[in-house]
């Protein structure tokens, strides 16, 4: 990874979204063959263009990352139209409905497990089975500043993103001496994404803010006074995915100072 010449070849869930769209160009432009995945084929369609346009190779599956047989699918795509994985990107995630934790129904929680937690298992398994026959790969899972400083109605949520940090360390003591990075990068809230545009709504009201209010109280909340950009995150998970040859098992936190 980094300076290796050999080819990179990239999945990426949750590509659809702002931050697995921006990821997917960084990766493109550093001339690595990307797939991605997310639930709606427009917005998929959307992130080909766009890796297109800088002159990148792309493919698009859409699907769920929590139904094993989609998985199984996707990574024989990647396989065999560009050889095997060498760099997981899995950003794809549910907020949930926001809610009391009182009120979450057991059919909600399994929503946001599956969807957030069981997914990571399935593509990271999925991942290393082609990696590690090939003595190298770098795997990046998408937690969130939000289980650092802990938010109302989101406790499912919270619970899912928190398990990736064990999940991760755990992970990269296994398969690190194999040739293997596992990394988590923390994304502060970023105010232009789905997730946020679904959460925050419910959030804001539960803390005695109208929607309006939220961003500039989460700027005021912020060291740099600002929110993280989608922009920012696609290069800083580039920087994991590729660039931190040293660092494995470890939580990198960017989040404009949310959480100091």
Same mark, same amino acid.
């Given at each position: 990874?980094?300076?290796?010449?050999?080819?990179?070849? *990239? $999945?990426?869930?949750?590509?659809?979204? @702002?931050? #697995?769209?921006? +990821?997917? =160009?960084e990766? /493109?432009?550093?001339?690595?063959?990307?797939?991605?995945?997310?639930?709606?084929?427009?917005?998929?369609?959307?992130?080909?263009?766009?890796?297109?346009?800088?002159?990148?190779?792309?493919?698009?599956?859409?699907?769920d990352?929590?139904?094993?047989?989609?998985?199984?699918?996707?990574?024989?795509?990647?396989?065999?139209?560009?050889g095997?994985?060498?760099?997981?990107?899995?950003?794809?995630?549910?907020?949930?409905?926001?809610?009391?934790?009182?009120?979450?129904?057991?059919?909600?929680?399994?929503?946001?497990?599956?969807?957030?937690?069981?997914?990571?298992?399935?593509?990271?398994?999925? *991942? $290393?089975?082609?990696?590690?026959?090939? @003595?190298? #790969?770098?795997? +990046?899972? =998408?937690?969130? /500043?939000?289980?650092?400083?802990?938010?109302?109605?989101?406790?499912?949520?919270?619970?899912?993103?928190?398990?990736?940090?064990?999940?991760?360390?755990?992970?990269?003591?296994?398969?690190?001496?194999?040739?293997?990075?596992?990394?988590?990068?923390t994304?502060?809230?970023?105010t232009?994404?789905?997730?946020?545009?679904?959460?925050?709504?419910?959030?804001?009201?539960?803390?005695?803010?109208?929607?309006?209010?939220?961003?500039?109280?989460?700027?005021?909340?912020?060291?740099?006074?600002?929110?993280?950009?989608?922009?920012?995150?696609?290069?800083?998970?580039?920087?994991?995915?590729?660039? *931190?040859?040293?660092?494995?098992?470890?939580?990198?936190?960017?989040?404009?100072?949310?959480?100091?």
């Open positions: 990874m980094g300076g290796s010449m050999e080819r990179e070849v *990239a $999945l990426v869930t949750g590509g659809g979204g @702002g931050l #697995g769209r921006n +990821v997917s =160009v990766l /493109a432009q550093r001339g690595v063959s990307v797939v991605v995945t997310g639930r709606t084929q427009a917005t998929l369609d959307e992130t080909m263009a766009a890796v297109k346009a800088v002159g990148g190779e792309a493919l698009a599956l859409a699907g990352v929590s139904d094993k047989q989609h998985i199984d699918k996707l990574f024989a795509l990647t396989s065999s139209s560009f095997p994985c060498s760099v997981l990107i899995h950003a794809a995630a549910t907020h949930g409905t926001p809610m009391r934790l009182v009120d979450v129904s057991v059919e909600e929680w399994n929503h946001v497990v599956n969807t957030n937690l069981f997914s990571s298992f399935l593509v990271t398994q999925a *991942a $290393l089975k082609q990696m590690l026959p090939t @003595g190298r #790969g770098s795997i +990046v899972l =998408v937690s969130s /500043a939000g289980v650092l400083r802990g938010f109302p109605l989101a406790a499912p949520y919270a619970a899912t993103k928190s398990a990736l940090l064990g999940f991760a360390r755990t992970l990269a003591a296994e398969v690190s001496p194999e040739g293997v990075r596992v990394n988590v990068l994304p502060g809230a970023m232009t994404t789905a997730i946020f545009d679904s959460a925050m709504p419910g959030i804001a009201k539960a803390m005695g803010f109208s929607e309006d209010e939220m961003i500039p109280l989460l700027e005021g909340m912020s060291a740099m006074r600002r929110a993280a950009t989608v922009e920012e995150m696609g290069k800083t998970a580039l920087f994991l995915a590729l660039d *931190a040859t040293a660092m494995t098992g470890q939580n990198l936190v960017a989040d404009c100072g949310l959480t100091t």
